[in-house]
């Protein structure tokens, strides 16, 4: 971390005040062959000049803002205090050595930082598809310091105007869906929005920008656009959708409705990964036990029939024809076979907290937003069955009025 420099002539807007005005700044040292100037002026705010060393008796002067000893107080971004303008100066320097530090480098050395952490490949995954997708695109090449309030609020607002995108093959030119629902595409928008509010705060916990002013708290996500909006099958349509689907789908279909795994998660079991002895209730142990029986531990569980491993796109048209045969309308994707896990599991009584747990939640956040509200009548049950009474007895003789 760089050394704060303290300067009792000027790192406070009263003793600045009390200089004397003139045309030439007040320099101080701040590093090997960086200088800060402040300039005062007589009828308004002082001025914040940086000055690097060149070589050879040469400078290089470049403005960096007002100083916060007008009417306006600091800002960080605006009007900058001392302590702000040497950080700014100190910016100044690094950019100049090695270039504007973008939002392209911003999020590249955020990425780093997920698979450093040790994020799921998933997480990793689906932060870089929103980074390229949406957010390098229009602000990639910004200097991070150079960000405004209003370029991002319009950037986001195009997010939410913007069509939904269609899978479209590599190579080919992006499909877009005719229609969207506003409240879906804001909310979309909002989790791009913390996509890159991530990337950026993460530059500037790593001190690579002197400043968060710019999206901090000036750029909000839109409102009341969470709302949960959860599509799951009943009992009976599972057992359609089960009967319906191709044998081999069948089984990766029953997995699901079984534990509430993502697709990705199902396609990667191995035949090692189940333990019949773990006892763990919300596995059908006789189903996986069938599917592991006479098999070696680094078998994939879960085949297609080719014998080939589950990929990413064969689920696609074979979930379409498996729900049109069972009758589903509207049509149900893969993902929606955890949401239905999870859905009967909270209607059944079964705990948030278990529910996240398995879902693999770190806590009950998610899990309360989606599917708190099913679980309204178990609850209501539970106070009929066991608040306290007092042995009141409600009077046989008063009726209510209807």
Same mark, same amino acid.
């Given at each position: 971390?760089?050394?704060?420099?303290?300067?009792?002539?000027?790192? +406070?807007?009263?003793?600045?005040?009390?200089?004397?005005?003139?045309?030439?700044?007040? *320099?101080?040292?701040?590093?090997?062959?960086?200088?800060?100037?402040? =300039?005062?002026?007589?009828?308004?705010?002082?001025? *914040?000049?940086? !000055?690097?060393?060149?070589?050879?008796?040469?400078?290089?002067?470049? %403005?960096?803002?007002?100083?916060? $000893?007008?009417?306006?107080?600091?800002?960080?971004?605006?009007?900058?205090?001392?302590?702000?303008?040497?950080?700014?100066?100190?910016?100044?320097?690094?950019?100049? %050595? %090695?270039?504007?530090?973008?939002?392209?480098?911003?999020? $590249? $050395?955020?990425?780093?930082?997920?698979?450093?952490?040790?994020?799921?490949?998933?997480?990793?995954?689906?932060?870089?598809?929103?980074?390229?997708?949406?957010?390098?695109?229009?602000?990639?090449?910004?200097?991070?310091?150079?960000?405004?309030?209003?370029?991002? &609020?319009? *950037? !986001?607002?195009?997010?939410?105007? /913007?069509?939904?995108?269609?899978?479209?093959?590599?190579?080919? /030119?992006?499909?877009? &869906? $005719?229609?969207?629902?506003?409240?879906?595409?804001?909310? +979309?928008?909002?989790?791009?929005?913390?996509?890159?509010?991530?990337?950026?705060?993460?530059?500037?916990?790593?001190?690579?920008?002197?400043?968060?002013?710019? *999206?901090? !708290?000036?750029?909000?996500?839109?409102?009341?656009?969470?709302?949960?909006?959860?599509?799951?099958?009943?009992?009976?349509?599972?057992? =359609?959708?089960?009967?319906?689907?191709?044998?081999?789908?069948?089984?990766?279909?029953?997995?699901?409705?079984? @534990?509430?795994?993502?697709?990705?998660?199902?396609?990667?079991?191995?035949?090692?990964?189940?333990?019949?002895? /773990?006892?763990?209730?919300?596995?059908?142990? /006789?189903?996986?036990?069938?599917?592991?029986?006479?098999? #070696?531990?680094?078998? @994939?569980?879960? &085949?297609?029939?080719?014998?080939?491993?589950? %990929?990413?796109?064969?689920?696609?048209?074979?979930?379409?024809?498996?729900?049109?045969?069972?009758?589903?309308?509207?049509?149900?994707?893969?993902?929606?076979? &955890?949401?239905?896990?999870?859905?009967?599991?909270?209607?059944?009584?079964?705990?948030?907290?278990?529910? #996240?747990?398995?879902?693999?939640?770190?806590?009950?956040?998610?899990?309360?937003?989606?599917?708190?509200?099913?679980?309204?009548?178990?609850? @209501?049950?539970?106070?009929?069955?066991?608040?306290?009474?007092?042995?009141?007895?409600?009077?046989?003789?008063?009726?209510?009025?209807?």
């Amino acid at each position: 971390m760089a050394r704060k420099v303290k300067d009792a002539t000027l790192d +406070t807007r009263e003793a600045r005040l009390r200089l004397r005005p003139r045309g030439r700044p007040y *320099w101080r040292s701040i590093g090997l062959g960086l200088h800060i100037g402040y =300039r005062r002026l007589r009828d308004r705010a002082g001025t *914040w000049t940086v !000055r690097h060393y060149l070589g050879d008796r040469n400078y290089a002067l470049e %403005a960096i803002g007002p100083a916060d $000893d007008g009417q306006q107080d600091a800002d960080g971004v605006t009007v900058l205090s001392w302590w702000q303008a040497v950080e700014a100066a100190r910016g100044h320097m690094v950019t100049k %050595a %090695a270039g504007p530090y973008t939002v392209d480098r911003a999020c $590249d $050395d955020y990425l780093a930082f997920l698979a450093s952490d040790g994020r799921s490949e998933a997480a990793v995954q689906d932060a870089r598809y929103r980074i390229d997708a949406f957010i390098r695109p229009q602000l990639g090449k910004l200097a991070v310091a150079a960000l405004d309030p209003g370029q991002l &609020r319009s *950037w !986001r607002a195009g997010l939410a105007k /913007a069509r939904p995108r269609l899978r479209t093959g590599r190579g080919k /030119a992006q499909k877009h &869906r $005719d229609s969207a629902d506003e409240r879906a595409r804001k909310a +979309t928008a909002n989790r791009i929005l913390t996509v890159l509010k991530a990337a950026l705060n993460h530059a500037f916990d790593e001190q690579k920008v002197p400043s968060n002013l710019a *999206w901090s !708290r000036r750029v909000k996500a839109f409102e009341n656009v969470t709302a949960a909006r959860v599509r799951f099958l009943s009992v009976a349509e599972s057992q =359609r959708l089960i009967n319906a689907s191709e044998p081999s789908f069948r089984l990766i279909v029953t997995a699901a409705l079984m @534990t509430g795994m993502r697709y990705g998660e199902l396609s990667r079991l191995a035949v090692g990964d189940f333990d019949c002895d /773990a006892g763990i209730v919300t596995v059908r142990v /006789a189903f996986f036990a069938s599917l592991c029986a006479g098999r #070696a531990g680094d078998e @994939t569980m879960l &085949r297609r029939d080719n014998g080939e491993p589950w %990929a990413r796109w064969c689920q696609h048209p074979l979930m379409a024809e498996a729900c049109e045969r069972a009758g589903i309308k509207p049509r149900i994707g893969f993902h929606g076979l &955890r949401h239905t896990w999870a859905s009967l599991s909270v209607m059944s009584g079964m705990p948030l907290m278990v529910v #996240a747990k398995n879902l693999g939640h770190a806590d009950t956040v998610m899990v309360q937003r989606h599917y708190a509200h099913l679980a309204s009548d178990y609850i @209501t049950d539970e106070i009929r069955s066991k608040a306290p009474r007092f042995g009141v007895r409600a009077s046989t003789t008063v009726a209510a009025i209807r």
